[in-house]
């Protein structure tokens, strides 16, 4: 098999509100896009007796070995889906970690996107759900990513031609861990997303939302509520929210001219942070 590449893109929560708690895990509903920035992923099928799965690239350091990709081939041979077929898999990691961008639930959800798209494995919807769920509770976002709302009682409902936004992204030098976040839960939001309608992805409906864990994460890291305090005074931003449970912060422009110049003003201020510009697709 020759080698393909595939991209796998970051995702961001427009909002998200944590609505309930079902034993160890929290219910969640979400206004989510993908963007442009992406992790480059090559895919070929070899000879041999197991997969081989390797990451490079800017933030390739500190990938556990129980990572996303590993996990979904796990699953995979454990259910044997690819008829004892084996890949070598190389991912070039350009979406930070411990961000809020999903990157490694993507890079699981691109690849099991490939292997079905090009007929390595035969499933069901039912059962993409079911293994997505196994690897991570947003792995299915990313099955053929698009805008999507997510509502608290699990169901995901997906949106072609939704408003675009030209947005820039601000990483500091230290990323949140997830699971510390979500433990700062104590209130609970009332759902508002669970009758999803295109008009909820529109900018008039997304000021009224919010992103629940930004007090959490601010409480922790003061440095990020500072952070969203600048980029509110930067070339007049729509509006500035977290993305999942951070450390990146969103600044979401109309005009690539405005973001761009945004994102000069920001690097002169903090020149040791990373920060990118993007466009929603």
């Known amino acids: 098999m020759k080698i393909r590449e595939v991209k796998s893109f970051a ?51 500190n990938i556990k ?20 077929k084996k890949f070598q898999i190389k991912v070039k990691k350009d979406i930070p970690q411990e961000a809020g961008l999903g990157g490694g639930s993507m890079n699981a959800a ?14 069901k919807q039912k059962k993409i759900l079911q293994i997505a769920n196994l690897i991570g509770s947003d792995v299915i976002l990313g099955i053929n990513p698009m805008s999507a709302i997510l509502s608290s009682n699990g169901v995901v409902k997906k949106f072609l031609k939704s408003s675009s936004f030209y ?33 909820m992805l529109n900018l008039r409906f997304l000021l009224k939302y919010e992103n629940a ?35 990146v912060i969103v600044a979401y422009y109309q005009k690539k001219q405005d973001c761009e110049l945004a994102k000069v003003r920001f690097k002169r201020k903090f020149k040791n942070y990373w920060c990118n510009t993007s466009k929603t697709i």
Do not use: W
């Open 11 to 61: 995702k961001i929560n427009l909002a998200l509100h944590v609505t309930g708690k079902i034993t160890k895990l929290h219910k969640i509903e979400s206004i989510v896009k993908f963007i442009q920035l992406h992790d480059l992923i090559t895919i070929k099928k070899i000879n041999g007796n197991k997969h081989k799965i390797s990451f490079n690239g800017r933030f390739s350091g």
């Open 167 to 199: 947005i820039l992204l601000v990483r500091p030098n230290f990323g949140c861990s997830t699971k510390k976040i979500y433990l700062g839960v104590k209130k609970f939001s009332k759902p508002l997303l669970n009758n999803p309608k295109k008009k």
């Open 213 to 247: 864990l930004e007090k959490i994460a601010f409480s922790k890291y003061s440095k990020l509520k500072k952070l969203k305090s600048f980029l509110e005074n930067l070339n007049q931003p729509l509006f500035v929210r977290m993305t999942g449970s951070g450390s």
């Open 65 to 84: 070995k129980d990572n996303t990709v590993d996990k979904l081939f796990k699953i995979l041979d454990e259910q044997k889906l690819l008829n004892n």
């Open 110 to 123: 691109t690849i099991l996107n490939f292997l079905i798209k090009k007929k390595f494995i035969k499933i």
